[in-house]
């Protein structure tokens, strides 16, 4: 490739992170552009880069021992692990190297024995402890998450979900036999759980550890090897996971790259064997577009505009206290936050005080001074936000600090459907209130509109919660709570229709990064079992056949 066209790729940084040293490569100079115009193959020889890692946990080198933290010591070059592969014409790609590289692990088979999950999921624990001050820090740099919500999203759910996975790993992993017509009775039929290959997962940035590492557990437990492309707008845990990530797992595996659109582009135009995706709808398009290319298999974790109907029989402060919490917890940036409240104007009389009583309760007279709440992750998403307070009236809250990136946490009251608080996902602290007659009015409302991610009912009367559950279709549904659904690794997470395809969580993950192979082993004798299937073909034959392979659908069987 050029290097006139790798320059025009981007004027930024392009970062590689995928040596046992966390070394990173760096295509902005002439001296880096120099060393990948050499590096043509498959297999280059081992050379100098300029270092960029960081990490210092102890252990042994992860490319000898995968899934033992290495002892990275970062600085400068490298003298052994894998070497950038960097691939120049024909392919063309600067990404492309990496993927072969990965794609040639996986083929060696190295990723497939239990033991090597097991060791890799160990270390992603290890990741997790020893990390844990770093990714408080760095996510309560970039978006001022409260470090109790970031324990709990970022650690406490990985934690759940890695011990899950280890602790049913070999169950998962084992062929599932399955039930067989007459003529197989003596074979064996099963479903393989086999690995894709290699798989990309591209995560945003409201939830930046969460959402590359729960994905990138299944994809390990499943025995693939893995490229992550972290969020370029949570800045510190992006560098974060690119310094210290590759000093835990194995770097012939699993790599990060970093980087924002003009390398996602570039990355995604090679093949992968499996995409998951978490972000907005709009760029769920884009990935969905590039991997048709491929046909390679998606999953689209989207957002949407979640609703959230609160009956007039209720008990008003609990509906409030769990709305705010939802809908204020990391500063409304959660893509199953409630988006909007739908109630009858008796309903958002009542529930105004304890709105405003559940808010004072959380985060004090002045939410700007309280620890327990975030702010907005950057100026764009904080202006997108600042203009949909014109909608409706303002309730509570409605104070902005452009500085700061501080938007109260704000009830907007009588907001119309067509007023811009209603006509996108909000994704901040703002939560507007949508009058209807009744219930049948909001869950006209609610199919009037793209299916959401999750739909939210409140009402003591457990026949509404279910008249909306069975009236609505959504990702998933919670009763009487927001967002709580999501704690449980036993259900599936995941969107429907323009909020995305496919689920994750516990059992899900490893099974959305499995393919399910049907697999049939024969005996290599008996062949007269098999004779009524070989032409020449005869009404005898015919008779036979269907004997043993009909399948007759039950209570039609006549007994003589
Ligand atoms: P985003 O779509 O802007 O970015 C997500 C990822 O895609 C990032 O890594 C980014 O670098 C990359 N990207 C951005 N533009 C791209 C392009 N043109 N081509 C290729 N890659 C591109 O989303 P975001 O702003 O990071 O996150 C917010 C959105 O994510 C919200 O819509 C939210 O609802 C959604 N979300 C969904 C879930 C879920 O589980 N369904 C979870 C969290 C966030």
Redesign the pocket.
């Known amino acids: 490739m050029p290097i006139s066209t790798l320059r025009s790729m981007s004027s930024n940084w392009i970062l590689l992170y995928f040596t046992s040293r966390a070394t990173t490569l760096s295509m902005d100079t002439g001296s880096s552009f120099q060393q990948l115009g050499m590096q043509q193959h498959l297999q280059p020889p081992r050379q100098q880069l300029s270092g960029y890692g960081k990490c210092s946990t102890t252990g042994s080198d992860p490319g000898k021992n995968p899934g033992k933290a290495a002892e990275c010591s970062g600085g400068s070059g490298i003298e052994k692990g894998p070497v950038p592969m960097v691939c120049s014409t024909p392919c063309g790609n600067p990404y492309a190297g990496l993927v072969s590289h990965l794609r040639a692990s996986w083929l060696s088979g190295k990723t497939r024995p239990m033991e090597y999950r097991v060791a890799q999921l160990e270390a992603l624990g290890r990741f997790l402890d020893d990390k844990k001050q770093e990714i408080l820090e760095a996510t309560e740099l970039d978006m001022g998450k409260p470090s109790f919500e970031a324990f709990f999203s970022e650690i406490l759910l990985c934690k759940n979900e890695l011990n899950i996975t280890l602790n049913n790993l070999s169950h998962w992993m084992k062929d599932e036999h399955v039930d067989k017509n007459l003529v197989l009775q003596l074979d064996s039929a099963f479903i393989r759980k086999d690995p894709y290959g290699v798989v990309l997962i591209?995560?945003?940035?409201?939830?930046p550890i969460h959402?590359f590492l729960v994905p990138l557990i299944g994809a390990i437990a499943a025995g693939n090897c893995a490229i992550i492309?972290?969020?370029?707008?949570a800045k510190n845990t992006e560098r974060l996971i690119a310094e210290t990530l590759s000093c835990y797992l194995d770097n012939d595996c699993f790599a990060v790259v970093t980087?924002?659109?003009p390398e996602?582009?570039r990355l995604?135009e090679n093949k992968f064997d499996y995409i998951f995706?978490?972000?907005?709808?709009?760029?769920?398009r884009?990935?969905m577009t590039?991997a048709a290319k491929h046909l390679t298999p998606v999953t689209l974790?989207?957002?949407?505009k979640n609703p959230c109907y609160v009956s007039d029989t209720c008990d008003v402060t609990n509906v409030a206290r769990r709305v705010v919490w939802g809908r204020f917890f990391n500063a409304g940036?959660?893509?199953?936050a409630p988006d909007y409240l739908l109630c009858t104007i008796e309903m958002q009389e009542k529930l105004m005080p304890a709105l405003r009583a559940a808010i004072t309760e959380f985060f004090g007279p002045n939410p700007r001074e309280s620890p327990d709440f975030g702010r907005i992750v950057s100026d764009k998403q904080f202006q997108r936000l600042r203009a949909l307070l014109c909608s409706g009236r303002v309730a509570i809250g409605g104070q902005t600090d452009e500085a700061e990136r501080y938007i109260a946490p704000t009830v907007l009251a009588d907001v119309l459907p067509s007023d811009p608080a209603m006509q996108e996902?909000i994704?901040g602290p703002i939560l507007p209130i949508v009058v209807i007659a009744n219930m049948d009015e909001a869950i006209d409302f609610i199919n009037a509109r793209p299916r959401p991610?999750a739909v939210y009912a409140f009402s003591c009367d457990s026949k509404i919660v279910n008249q909306v559950l069975e009236r609505t279709s959504s990702?998933g549904f919670c009763g009487n709570d927001t967002l709580m659904h999501l704690t449980l690794t036993s259900l599936p997470?995941?969107?429907i229709g323009s909020?995305?395809v496919g689920k994750y969580h516990g059992k899900f993950t490893f099974d959305t990064f499995s393919h399910h192979r049907g697999c049939l082993h024969r005996n290599m004798g008996l062949e007269t079992l098999n004779s009524p299937r070989y032409p020449p073909y005869t009404q005898q034959k015919l008779g036979l056949l269907t004997t043993t392979f009909e399948v007759k659908r039950r209570g039609t069987c006549t007994l003589l």
């Open positions: 591209i995560a945003p940035w409201n939830y959402l492309k972290p969020s370029e707008i980087g924002g659109v996602t582009t995604l995706f978490t972000g907005s709808s709009p760029v769920g884009i990935v590039a974790e989207l957002g949407g940036q959660t893509c199953i996902e994704f991610l990702g997470f995941g969107g909020c995305g």
